[in-house]
């Protein structure tokens, strides 16, 4: 079965640090979502791109954080510098066009976890 | 006050419990609503998706959703200690943005 791939599972940083993620979604998917989910809450979104176009980054805290998706298959979310309230999950999602409408079916990746110190 | 309120446990039942998991909302603007479960250190996976108001049921698994009272629910049938997992709501609005709002999710511990 298809996944949603992210890499690294794991980073540990300093704070100051630039870290990046990726994710590969599967293969089709038009619209990616990037979340990021801290301990003990749900995930909240940062990011949403339909193809190599953002859609929604409201929430991205762009003065630090920074997404890409620049040929609409893969994409990187990078955080320069990072800081010790960074810690979270980072959750990297995708949603294939066939199924918009009534189907609304997202498929989340592993996840990265990042811990900044 | 958070848009998706979510009770986050710990819950802990005997195996072969019923549980009963629920979510209250307050934008009446939601239509599709999902339930997703998530094992510790792993990215939440899709168990039950609903559109609109109605019962919807996958074998263990009955969601219920109640519009009028912005109000949704999991129950989960003999349950079992692979149940135990976060178990979160998800929901959002009929337009073209699709992204998801979650509650907070709540902590299952299903004891053998």
């Known amino acids: 079965e298809a996944e949603v791939a992210q890499s690294p599972r794991y980073k540990i940083t300093e704070k100051s640090q630039a870290v990046a993620f990726w994710c590969d979604p599967i293969?089709?998917?038009?619209?990616l979502y990037w979340y990021r989910q801290i301990l003990g809450q749900g995930p909240e979104l940062l990011v949403q791109?339909?193809?190599?176009?953002?859609?929604?980054d409201s929430q991205l805290p762009k003065d630090r954080f920074s997404a890409e998706r620049l040929k609409g298959v893969d994409s990187t979310l990078k955080i320069q510098p990072a800081e010790l309230g960074d810690s979270a999950m980072y959750l990297c999602?995708?949603?294939?066009?066939?199924?918009?409408?009534?189907?609304?079916?997202?498929?989340f990746g592993p996840g990265t976890r990042l811990l900044v110190l | 006050q958070k848009e998706v309120e979510q009770d986050p446990g710990p819950l802990s039942v005997p195996e072969g419990a019923i549980v009963s998991l629920n979510c209250t909302y307050s934008?009446?603007?939601?239509?599709?609503f999902m339930w997703y479960r998530q094992y510790s250190r792993k990215g939440p996976e899709l168990l039950m998706y609903?559109?609109?108001?109605g019962n919807k049921e996958d074998g263990r698994f009955t969601a219920q959703v109640d519009k009028s009272s912005k109000y949704i629910s999991l129950f989960i049938r003999d349950s079992q200690p692979s149940d135990s997992a976060t178990y979160l709501c998800?929901?959002?609005?009929?337009?073209?943005?699709?992204?998801?709002?979650f509650g907070s999710g709540t902590r299952l511990q299903v004891q053998p």
């Open positions: 999602a995708s949603r294939s066009q066939l199924t918009s409408g009534r189907a609304e079916t997202q498929y």
């Open positions: 293969s089709g998917h038009a619209t």
């Open positions: 791109f339909q193809d190599e176009s953002v859609v929604d």
């Open positions: 934008n009446s603007a939601f239509q599709y």
């Open positions: 609903t559109y609109s108001s």
């Open positions: 998800a929901m959002s609005e009929d337009t073209g943005r699709r992204a998801l709002t």
